[in-house]
């Protein structure tokens, strides 16, 4: 059976035409190489190689041999690459897209902490909900809520959350508690357009999704104008709960209809695909698998 070594050393023979620059890339001698290329083909009793003193080619049995090898050689090199980066500490620039809602809540938070235990990673966040060609705006990673991941890109799930619907103790007392979801329709409703549901709220009961389409005087695709307005007693909100985790903790904001409001949203981590995925990219991927933690019980 022909060795590993035997292979790769007819993938540099194949790939350069020639003994000479396959040895030298090799670090061995050109008659280590011949010798090798003979005791390959009288393994595998096949000519690979058509040689004159001027000329080298490859036969059909070499064409058809150089596929298998080739692909040897490079889950050799990527092996070897991916060992070299996990001994290396991860460094360079990171550029970031994701929404201003996560900028200004648990991102805020958590990059400080990231940048102190990789302090040779810079980075740039774009804060935006506009869906990015990743490779002409030069982005890294795009953080993106999702149920069907463009499949151009890899997409690494971070976490599942949940959307909440909820209000003020104030407000709540001043207007009374809706009872079920249909009671919805008499209350003044924030509308967070970010969100694709924009002002029609699904709710899950029994084993069936049933929307109700709410109204408000209040439109906006700023999480910060929403949930302002919903902390000054204004109405009622759907929002992502990494928005609202800590007035909902703190006991500022009340959960409405949670047993209906049990269906999770998918947060991803999106970056161009490649034959080896970045330290950079690696690490901060794992740092946030690590350290988001949004589903809390209030």
Known sequence: MPTLKQMEIFYFVATWKSFSRAALELGVS??????????????????????????????EEGILFLDS??????????????????????????????????????????LPKFQKQYPKI?????????????????????????????????????????????????????YGTPNNPDDLIQHNCLIYSADPTQNRWPFQIQKTVEIITVQG??????????KSALIA????????????????????????????????????AIYASSATISPKIKCFVQFLKENIQFSQKF
């Open 30 to 59: 050109k008659g280590y190489v011949s010798t090798q290329i003979t005791a390959l083909e009288n393994e595998l009793r096949s000519k690979l190689l058509h040689r004159t003193t001027r000329h080298l080619s490859l036969t």
């Open 69 to 110: 090898c080739a692909k040897i050689v490079n889950e050799k090199q990527r092996a070897t690459s991916l060992l070299k980066d996990s001994q290396v500490e991860p460094s360079g620039h990171l550029k970031i897209t994701a929404p201003s809602s996560m900028c200004t809540t648990f991102l805020a938070e958590l």
């Open 122 to 174: 810079s980075l740039t966040i774009d804060s935006s909900s506009t869906i990015k060609n990743l490779l002409q705006h030069g982005i890294d990673i795009a953080l993106r809520i999702t149920q069907v991941p463009d499949e151009n890109y890899i997409a690494r799930l971070i976490t599942m959350f949940h959307f909440v619907i909820c209000a003020t103790p104030n407000y709540l007392r001043k």
């Open 217 to 226: 005087n209040l439109i906006s695709a700023n999480s910060s104008i929403i």
């Open 233 to 268: 007693n204004n109405g009622i909100a759907r929002l992502p709960e990494y928005i609202v985790v800590n007035e909902l903790s703190k006991k500022k904001l009340t959960v409405l209809f949670a047993e209906n409001m049990k269906m999770e949203m998918p947060l991803y």
